[in-house]
């Protein structure tokens, strides 16, 4: 599926949330092709091309607790 995402010449990056452990992989689009990068618990990720930042500690925060 990632490399169906890649393809579409508007996407810009690809968040994949991992389900076992606290990490999220970010696949960015660049002028050299695409590059990867994974944030663990404590850090935080920016996606430029939607102005975001996303901080890998809330999207695994227990809304529960």
């Given at each position: 599926?990632?490399?169906?995402?890649?393809?579409?010449?508007?996407?810009?990056?690809?968040?994949?949330?991992?389900?076992?452990?606290?990490?999220?992989?970010?696949?960015?689009?660049?002028?050299?092709?695409?590059?990867?990068?994974s944030?663990?618990?404590?850090?935080?990720?920016?996606?430029?091309?939607?102005?975001?930042?996303?901080?890998?500690?809330?999207?695994y925060?227990?809304?529960?607790?």
């Open positions: 599926k990632l490399a169906d995402y890649q393809r579409i010449p508007t996407v810009e990056h690809v968040v994949l949330v991992a389900h076992d452990a606290p990490r999220v992989d970010v696949c960015s689009r660049t002028p050299a092709g695409w590059t990867t990068r944030f663990r618990a404590g850090d935080s990720a920016s996606l430029e091309a939607v102005d975001c930042t996303l901080v890998v500690d809330d999207v925060r227990d809304p529960l607790a």
